[in-house]
């Protein structure tokens, strides 16, 4: 079956630009993530949604970065007046509810360069 | 959250059995062992995971020290598709689904032909 697709594969933005990461994750899937993965280093936790509700945005590194998922389906990333710290691949996963150790499944992520 | 340790690199030669460490001497009793591993220019994928006792799938087997400080994430062939960033993480069971996952460098794998 279709996995988590994310949208566009690749993103160049010149500083100051805001930008918007497109998540579709797989069909049913009530929970979502956004990670953050810088060069060398594991993906780093940005936020989580239960269906519409963002209960998590502890890990969002600025009020520039913004997420919505306003249907409990497809989520979307924003970054306002993207910095050079910005440029990352931004991972989106999500998961079902059932069981307690509920895998995540992750889409291929965007690379965001911001030059 | 419970930190984990593991080398930072490992060889190994194709269709031979690979064993990674992972060391997590402050979990806790509700934490799960997850194993998750990266291709390159893929999303991470789950790969296993365990409680107390050892595991095994399709992809690996899971070994968990009886004190649960420590685990082993054992291939018993490897292939050259095996090569990627495995990452040990604990999670834990009490928030399930709704728990995000903490990565740390992992330990990238490389398979000798």
């Known amino acids: 079956g279709a996995g988590v697709s994310q949208s566009p594969r690749y993103k160049v933005a010149k500083r100051g630009q805001d930008v918007a990461l497109r998540c579709d994750p797989i069909?049913?899937?009530?929970?979502l993530f956004w990670y953050q993965q810088a060069l060398g280093q594991g993906p780093e936790f940005l936020t989580y949604?239960?269906?519409?509700?963002?209960?998590?945005k502890s890990g969002l590194p600025s009020d520039r970065f913004f997420a919505e998922r306003p249907e409990g389906s497809v989520s979307t990333l924003k970054i306002q007046r993207t910095q050079q710290e910005d440029s990352a691949v931004y991972l989106c996963?999500?998961?079902?509810?059932?069981?307690?150790?509920?895998?995540?499944?992750f889409g291929p992520g965007t690379r965001l360069t911001v030059t | 959250d419970a930190k984990t340790t593991q080398p930072n690199s490992m060889e190994s030669n194709e269709e031979e059995p690979v064993h990674l460490p992972c060391n997590h001497s402050?979990?806790?009793?509700?934490?799960?062992i997850h194993w998750y591993r990266q291709l390159p220019s893929q999303g991470p994928e789950y790969v296993i995971h365990?409680?107390?006792s050892n595991v095994n799938n399709r992809m690996a087997s899971l070994a968990i020290a009886e004190d649960r400080k420590s685990s082993t994430l054992i291939l018993h062939r490897a292939t050259l598709r095996d090569a990627a960033v495995y990452y040990c993480?604990?999670?834990?069971?009490?928030?399930?689904?709704?728990?995000?996952?903490?990565f740390g460098k992992g330990i990238t794998l490389s398979v000798r032909p």
């Open positions: 996963a999500s998961s079902s509810t059932s069981g307690r150790a509920a895998e995540q499944y």
């Open positions: 069909s049913g899937h009530v929970s």
């Open positions: 949604f239960q269906n519409e509700a963002q209960l998590d």
């Open positions: 402050t979990i806790s009793g509700t934490d799960y």
């Open positions: 365990g409680l107390t």
């Open positions: 993480i604990l999670r834990d069971r009490r928030t399930g689904a709704n728990s995000k996952l903490t």
